[in-house]
Structures are given as C-alpha cells and as structure tokens.
C-alpha cells in the first residue's frame, strides 16, 4: 500500500495561488491514478482533481476547472495541485489519494491532509 504526506497548505487571501505536493512512497507509485480531493467544514469530502498513472487524463470538478491544475512526476514520486486565483469558497482541508483508476470513487489510499484557508 502506498504512503501519502502532503504538504503546502496554508493561509492566503483571495486571488492568491498555492502549490501543494503529495509525497508518496513505494515503488508502485507510477500505477496508481492519483487524486486531490477536499473537505470542508460540515461538508462532506468532494472530488477536486485526477490524473492517470501517465498523466495522458486529467479531470476537474467544475468549480475548479481554469483555476487549477494537477500534474505528477513519477521519478519523484510526486503528486502536484497548482491552485491558482483561490476564492474563499476553496477553503478546506485538501487530501491526497491514490487510486486504481482516475474515477474518483476508486481511491483508496489517503494522506493525512493539509489545511488550505482563504481569506476574503
């Protein structure tokens, strides 16, 4: 089973980007789908981004969709989520996963998670 920490939340203000990153270890890193998913206060855990082992697919929850990006580098077993002009609306605690297919109920390998807070 593969690890995953990430890293990179933080506290910014709206219009403001951050870059989280997801270590994994194992040597099975570059065969797992990997995701962003993300949870809110008194919300219940929702799908950000995927991408494929290859990084040939990625998908996007709309309300993200332009503003984010998610990429991977497999020789650093690392996963990446490039967020850009954040809102407010996007603050919650961000999870890295792992997953044999990018369909977001497949994953079944959490982080830890990384606190990412915008303020208006």
């Known amino acids: 089973q593969v690890q995953l920490v990430e890293s990179g939340g933080g506290l910014v203000q709206a219009g403001d980007s951050l870059r989280l990153s997801c270590a994994a270890s194992?040597?099975?890193?570059?065969?797992?789908?990997m995701g962003w998913f993300r949870q809110a206060p008194g919300k219940e855990r929702e799908f950000v981004a995927t991408?494929?082992?290859?990084?040939?697919?990625?998908y996007y929850a709309d309300s993200v969709k332009g503003r984010f990006t998610i990429s991977r580098d497999n020789a650093k077993n690392t996963v990446y989520l490039q967020m850009n002009d954040l809102k407010p609306e996007d603050t919650a605690v961000y999870y890295c996963?792992?997953?044999?297919?990018?369909?977001?109920?497949?994953?079944?390998?959490w982080g830890q998670g990384t606190q990412v807070t915008v303020s208006s």
């Open positions: 194992g040597r099975t890193f570059r065969s797992y789908a």
């Open positions: 991408i494929s082992w290859n990084s040939a697919s990625t």
């Open positions: 996963a792992a997953g044999v297919t990018t369909t977001p109920n497949s994953f079944s390998a």
